[in-house]
């Protein structure tokens, strides 16, 4: 039954998780052979699709990048994050950076720098000697970072230096996370906070359950809504589960908990069918992903973790920092360059952002990198002049290699709940969201609104972030995100029986 096979395989192999919100589910540390070829798998998918052809990382070329991945990641204070944003402030901060898009006719024009992160690998090393579990983040501002090779000015350009990037191997059993967090265990932590909510609302509103009525439903459209399901996913859900209730005789409280559960799950995943969590990547010449969202979401750290990722996965990464017009966004993105050891191509502050685009495109095809990420500024999705500015650059991009960019990827917050709906259809009303990366799922009980953007938006969530280090961006598994979910609040027993 699709998505349930996760639950039916991790229950055999750990007998104690049948028990509803088990501890000993949280802790388990390994997968059963199934489940593990089920959850590596799709992250290695994503990378593997990059480069079929690839060999696999060598060995030097894993240990200094896997060290840094374990530095903390400390631009801007957790909790900031974790606060919940309301649309005012969210709208605010967008238009704060709103600025006016300087027109630029020239795009070849803008001096743009170039720089080499090979001579980071040093820090890297330094960073790596910093246990991440006992580092704390630290409430930084971007424009605090020292970042004296970030100066923008093109008198400093320095040559690029050859990638450091090793030959690879083949990348599909190459896992590009560090050993130390499987994905269970980071989708696990992750969803926390999300199920542990979502588990009390459920309990409580069950606490109550005498017997199936239309007040019962109508809590439980409430409890879903409140829980960021979203409203048709409720609706939809409460409708549905009329008839099943009945039908499956559910009279005590865990037998409606479980069909609660269970129809969740399955609406989930019909809604799914016909969606690819995989990044399209080029067949040939470089991959160009564009990052648009609006600010604060964590595009910049996303683009870094990345960049770390399908660097350590032997792949030659280039970042272009088209965020020219906030105070701080080039340094902070060349910091993350310097952690993940990939090359930047920056311009001067407030210069064209499509002018730095055109260079890193140009840089990307003649230096034969496989993936280039672009940096944009947050733009707020009702701003023209700034839409106009995010087409220009594919304008560009796609004129300089015909089938790109091969992705445009709509960073979203999770703890926004839904406002980051919201942002998303406004977005896609104005451009082509070919995916969407949800961040900070870890830093919110919200992690519902995974399904009301499956079941509202139809575009896949390709990478969720699920904590602030480098290391802590997944490819999205969806069974990896409704085991995480839900794992304690399903009798898996019933389910077996039921098969
Ligand atoms: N807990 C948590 N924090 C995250 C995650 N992703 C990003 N952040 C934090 O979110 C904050 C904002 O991230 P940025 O990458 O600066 O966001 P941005 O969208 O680039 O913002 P602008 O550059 O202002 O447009 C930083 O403090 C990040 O550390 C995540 O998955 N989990």
Not at 102 to 113: F, G, I
Not at 385 to 404: F, G, Q, S, V, Y
Not at 441 to 455: S, Y
Request: aromatic share 4%.
């Amino acid at each position: 039954m699709g998505l349930f096979d996760i639950f039916r395989r991790r229950a055999k192999k750990e007998p104690t998780s049948t028990a509803p919100a088990s501890s000993a589910a949280a802790e388990e540390a390994t997968t059963s052979s199934a489940a593990s070829s089920a959850a590596p798998e799709s992250g290695a998918q994503s990378v593997a699709s990059a480069a079929p052809s690839q060999a696999p990382v060598a060995p030097t070329s894993s240990a200094a990048p896997s060290s840094a991945a374990e530095a903390p990641v400390a631009e801007k204070s957790t909790a900031a994050s974790v606060a919940p944003v309301t649309s005012e402030a969210a709208t605010s901060e967008a238009a704060a950076v709103a600025p006016e898009a300087t027109p630029a006719s020239v795009a070849s024009e803008a001096p743009v720098t170039e720089k080499s992160a090979a001579p980071v690998s040093s820090a890297a090393a330094s960073a790596a000697t910093e246990p991440a579990a006992s580092v704390a983040p630290t409430s930084v501002a971007p424009e605090a970072v020292p970042s004296s090779a970030a100066a923008t000015s093109a008198a400093e350009a320095t040559p690029v230096a050859p990638s450091s990037a090793a030959p690879v191997e083949d990348s599909a059993d190459t896992p590009a996370a560090p050993a130390e967090k499987t994905d269970e265990q980071l989708y696990d932590k992750g969803l926390e906070k999300t199920r542990t909510t979502f588990g009390q609302k459920l309990n409580a509103l069950l606490a109550n359950f005498r017997h199936v009525d239309e007040s019962f439903f109508d809590d439980l459209e409430e409890t879903l809504i409140g829980a960021d399901v979203g409203f048709d996913m409720a609706v939809k859900l409460s409708d549905e589960l009329r008839d099943e209730v009945k039908l499956q005789n559910a009279k005590k409280s865990a037998d409606v908990q479980n069909v609660v559960v269970e129809k969740l799950v399955e609406i989930y995943d019909e809604a799914g069918n016909n969606e690819s969590t995989a990044l399209n990547m080029a067949t040939t010449g470089p991959t160009v992903i564009l990052f648009v969202g609006v600010n604060g979401v964590g595009k910049t750290t996303t683009i870094g973790k990345m960049a770390n990722r399908y660097h350590q996965a032997g792949k030659k990464v280039l970042l272009a920092a088209a965020d020219t017009f906030r105070a701080g966004a080039t340094e902070q993105l060349d910091v993350w360059a310097k952690r993940a050891d990939v090359d930047i191509v920056t311009g001067k502050p407030q210069s064209d952002p499509a002018a730095v685009v055109f260079d890193a495109v140009q840089k990307a095809k003649k230096e034969d990198y496989d993936i280039l990420f672009v940096d944009t500024a947050g733009r707020l999705q009702n701003k023209v002049n700034l839409m106009n500015e995010l087409e220009k650059m594919k304008r560009i991009i796609t004129r300089e290699i015909p089938d790109a960019p091969h992705e445009v990827l709509l960073v979203l917050d999770a703890t926004t709940g839904q406002n980051a709906l919201t942002q998303a259809k406004l977005f896609k009303e104005s451009t082509d969201v070919t995916g969407i990366v949800l961040t900070k799922l870890d830093g919110t009980a919200r992690g519902g609104i995974v399904l009301a953007i499956r079941n509202e938006l139809h575009v896949p969530v390709k990478f969720i972030g699920l904590g602030e280090q480098i290391s802590d961006l997944r490819p999205f598994d969806p069974n990896e995100f409704v085991y995480g979910l839900f794992k304690g609040l399903i009798d898996v027993n019933a389910l077996e029986k039921k098969a």
